[in-house]
């Protein structure tokens, strides 16, 4: 691309940005290393940006980040500057510096040349954001093809403007949602093959590796898809729903629903394929879910002519199917389930040759 297709793109996602901004009348701040302004040069370019744009703190070398931002000198030293943690903490101290925002996006990378070893292209994109009194932060790494030192700082700018863009359609999805003004919200493509619901409290590598599972197997993205309710536990507030796909949201297509069944979800997004673990499609196949057999009976049913499909993974648990116990665990697959004959036609399993994770975000909490 020459540089005027990159300062088309540019200027395209800080139109975007302006748009989104005026919808939510949120404020935010930057923080730039390694693109030194051009983020914010390209945004101070839209016309009324200054309601919802606070500036951005360029902060190009080490003792600027210090002193401006906090950035912990030690951190700097061991680290060094194009780290995770630093563009965390230059996030952090953008948005404490800044009391009016509701979130911060930093930017810190080696754009090259004479880069340390393995660092070449390689930048770290720190997120911030203010919720109820707290700070939650992520971090996305990206790295930019080779390239010109000019055209690496255009690429980087876009990357840290597709960032804002996408955080700001998370805040809207969950809005639209969490007050009704939407049944069910996507941020991402609207073509939707694959959906993997779940609490994601936290999300963890699992399902992490279980979408990038069926992606290499199918070269179709999954949708990560959260329900503000749920049928065995409290309604989700909007600071929560945040919080738990904020760290999904940068590289993931998300669905936010009050679809609090998988009859609801279908509803919703019509005949795909959900993946579950055997804990999930054992709770499926529960009678205090309907109304009574004969219910649950023409809801499988339903399913199958609409051609909804479980891809069932194996889970580590014990013998009451919870994947946290203190009774032994044990592998289990889905031909080890006893299921309902209509639910089983709906499911296909993965094996453990092909994929087992026993992670459980139970544990981690």
């Not at 009348?25 to 919802?52: H, K, M, N, W």
């Not at 090259?112 to 939650?136: H, K, N, R, W, Y």
């Not at 309710?229 to 629903?257: A, Q």
């Not at 499909?309 to 044990?330: E, I, K, Y």
């Amino acid at each position: 691309m020459s540089d005027d297709d990159h300062l088309s793109e540019l200027n395209k996602l800080a139109f975007e940005v302006r748009q989104l901004a005026e919808q939510l009348g949120d404020r935010f701040v930057l923080a730039e290393s390694c693109t030194s302004g051009l983020a914010a040069s390209v945004l101070g370019q839209q016309p009324g940006i200054s309601e919802y744009f606070c500036g951005s703190h360029v902060t190009y070398r080490n003792a600027s980040k210090h002193r401006w931002l906090g950035v912990s000198q030690t951190d700097l030293a061991s680290l060094g500057p194009v780290s995770e943690t630093v563009a965390i903490q230059m996030a952090t101290g953008a948005l404490t510096q800044t009391p009016e925002a509701r979130w911060a996006v930093s930017i810190t990378g080696h754009l090259g040349p004479e880069s340390p070893a393995g660092l070449d292209g390689v930048v770290f994109l720190g997120i911030a954001v203010q919720l109820d009194g707290q700070v939650v932060t992520t971090c996305h790494q990206e790295h930019l093809l080779p390239a010109s030192r000019t055209e690496r700082q255009q690429l980087a700018a876009t990357v840290m403007l597709r960032i804002v863009h996408r955080i700001q359609k998370l805040f809207l999805a969950v809005s639209e949602v969490w007050h009704g003004r939407q049944k069910y919200s996507i941020v991402g493509s609207d073509d939707i093959c694959h959906v993997l619901s779940g609490a994601f409290n936290p999300v963890h590598a699992g399902h992490l590796e279980m979408a990038e599972f069926v992606q290499r197997s199918t070269n179709h993205k999954v949708h990560f898809e959260l329900s503000v309710e749920n049928v065995d536990k409290p309604e989700l507030s909007e600071v929560e729903c945040i919080e738990r796909l904020l760290p999904i949201c940068i590289t993931r297509d998300l669905i936010i629903s009050r679809a609090a069944t998988f009859r609801e979800k279908v509803e919703l997004v019509g005949g795909v394929c959900f993946l579950v673990g055997v804990d999930t499609i054992v709770r499926i196949a529960e009678s205090r879910y309907y109304c009574d057999d004969q219910d649950r009976e023409e809801v499988f049913r339903d399913l199958l002519d609409l051609e909804v499909r479980f891809l069932v993974f194996g889970r580590t648990m014990d013998d009451s199917f919870s994947t946290s116990s203190g009774d032994p665990l044990q592998f289990t697959r889905l031909e080890d389930l006893s299921l309902p004959e209509p639910l089983k036609l709906l499911c296909r399993g993965v094996s453990a040759e092909q994929f087992r994770q026993d992670f459980s975000s139970r544990d981690l909490r």
